[in-house]
């Protein structure tokens, strides 16, 4: 796909690898939708931008926010054509201190935010016959830890939904549908763990452990996207050097 002049959704965009993501593909010319609950951080964020692009209020556990979202961006671009799932949460836990509202939310926002996009995104991509989706998932859903089983769980639910994505919608409708898997990121996300417990067994703010920078994640979906149509990038594990 030749990413110039194409319309990305990107969601999560207000902080992390989403805002990396949208800075990557505004100076690739793309059109941008900044979706995120924090407007504020959106606006903020759109000043960097290179190319044309939007703000829209979205959560994604809310059915309502998504669907309004996507009807603004549509209103304003006309389309979707390239969808990125990275709005996420991450609340370690282990599952004997019963952090049922936290397991809960995770699922809220990691599996069924990512299928309320998808529902967003698919009559836009259907009707222009090709599109692509990334979702942003996790090495998580593939290597279990304690403390990760939940966040691993909704993590390891994407790498299977994009499987049975790419089955379903490529051969019909061109869609092509890309998994990228992180390592460690220096981001945020771990920042809402709550369970003190698991806080004191390990060190997450230890500054001698490799960790890999949102724009490289902003690079491997920019490699994703600029393959050329008759070419799908199924799953891009990623670990920084020094994390086999």
């Not at 939708?33 to 809310?62: C, F, G, P, W, Y």
């Not at 790419?166 to 709550?194: F, H, K």
């Amino acid at each position: 796909m030749i990413v110039k002049d194409k319309v990305a959704l990107i969601t999560g965009a207000s902080s992390g690898i989403g805002r990396a993501i949208a800075i990557k593909l505004s100076e690739e010319g793309c059109k941008i939708v900044l979706a995120s609950r924090n407007t504020e951080k959106l606006k903020e964020i759109k000043q960097h931008l290179v190319s044309e692009s939007m703000v829209i209020e979205m959560d994604v556990s809310q059915t309502e926010s998504v669907a309004k979202g996507f009807k603004k961006a549509v209103a304003k671009f006309k389309t979707i054509d390239i969808l990125v799932n990275s709005a996420g949460v991450m609340p370690l836990t282990y599952l004997k201190n019963r952090h049922l509202d936290e397991w809960l939310q995770t699922i809220e926002v990691n599996v069924k935010g990512t299928l309320r996009c998808i529902h967003g995104a698919l009559p836009y991509m259907k009707k222009n016959e090709g599109g692509h989706i990334i979702n942003i998932s996790s090495v998580d859903g593939k290597e279990v830890y304690q403390g990760g089983a939940i966040y691993g769980a909704s993590k390891s639910a994407i790498i299977t939904l994009s499987k049975a994505m790419r089955m379903e919608l490529s051969p019909d409708y061109n869609i092509r549908v890309t998994c990228i898997e992180p390592g460690t990121v220096d981001t945020a996300l771990r920042n809402n763990i709550t369970d003190e417990e698991l806080l004191n067994d390990k060190n997450y703010n230890d500054a001698s452990e490799p960790k890999l920078e949102a724009k490289n994640i902003a690079d491997a979906v920019l490699y994703a996207l600029s393959q050329p149509d008759s070419v799908n990038v199924n799953e891009l594990l990623i670990k920084p050097t020094g994390k086999s």
